[in-house]
């Protein structure tokens, strides 16, 4: 089913700032295979020069699409889940993310289009810090399979 | 918080050697523990080919995680990837057995930035398919 056009322009901001803990970031880490001592080791970081342990770039994953998760359960959208695949994803950073960080994400959906019998729709995230900083914004290109067929 | 790598020393079409990651089904499970992402096509084989697919198949974000690997890893300094985007334009299948799949990653410093920066881009393919597309990070060198 085609996904419908009134969502292009909505926007959802998690209920909640996500706070990044350490244990996040090591537990992440640790899932990807990835074992810089700058990840899990304060000490490391600090010799980078780092006021804490520092998260993946990819780390946002975990938090960004919170707000967003609202749109795509909304039956109003039309998004059969079983059929979503990952199309693209980027992470554009003002600076690194920390544990410690407390972050406000907000999603917008700013693209809903088909191509061949699949839909494509992109979300982007802001995340800031409660001041209002951007700290990163991310976008992510979700595949619904077959839906505009 | 600075890279290793330092902008004078690296020439644009500069090679950076392959690496050859390994995906289980296990590191599937921890993926889906550790982002969130539970969608049963990374982990059940049953509901996977339910929808069409040949198998399990490892999260997308899992392989960018693997090129964000490379890269913070060649770099020296996570905090130096300023910019990392891809496409995702194959699926890694992991099949159940001992061997399961290998994700291999390459890059190629394709320009050279103002303010010490560089755009590196990254080939990650699983056997023959390039299961990443457009795989570009801006990298701020030393």
Not at chain 1, 6 to 15: E, I, K, L, Q, W
Request: with cysteine; charged share 25%.
């Amino acid at each position: 089913m085609a996904l419908n056009r009134d969502f292009v322009g909505r926007a959802y901001t998690a209920p909640t700032p996500y706070e990044v803990s350490r244990v996040k970031i090591k537990e992440f880490a640790a899932a990807i295979g990835d074992t810089n001592p700058i990840y899990v080791d304060r000490a490391a970081a600090a010799e980078a020069g780092h006021p804490d342990v520092i998260a993946p770039p990819t780390f946002p994953i975990v938090f960004s699409l919170a707000g967003a998760g609202e749109a795509f359960a909304d039956p109003e959208l039309g998004l059969n889940f079983a059929m979503v695949v990952h199309g693209e994803q980027r992470f554009e950073y003002q600076r690194p993310i920390y544990a410690g960080d407390q972050l406000v994400c907000t999603s917008t959906i700013t693209e809903i289009r088909s191509v061949g019998r699949n839909e494509f729709l992109t979300v982007q995230s802001d995340v800031t810090t409660p001041e209002g900083e951007l700290v990163c914004r991310t976008y992510n290109v979700i595949v619904e399979r077959g839906g505009a067929a | 918080m600075a890279a290793t790598v330092k902008y004078d020393e690296v020439t644009a079409g500069q090679e950076i050697p392959a690496v050859e990651y390994p995906v289980h089904r296990v590191d599937l499970v921890k993926y889906a523990g550790a982002s969130g992402d539970f969608n049963p096509i990374h982990w059940n084989e049953r509901f996977a080919k339910s929808v069409g697919l040949p198998d399990v198949i490892a999260h997308g974000m899992f392989t960018m995680a693997q090129g964000g690997r490379f890269v913070t890893d060649w770099a020296g300094d996570p905090a130096a990837v300023v910019d990392y985007g891809v496409r995702f334009s194959s699926m890694v299948v992991v099949p159940d057995d001992d061997k399961g799949a290998v994700i291999r990653v390459s890059g190629v410093i394709e320009e050279k930035l103002e303010d010490k920066r560089v755009v590196v881009v990254l080939t990650a393919k699983s056997g023959d398919s390039r299961v990443l597309s457009r795989a570009r990070a801006v990298v701020q060198l030393s």
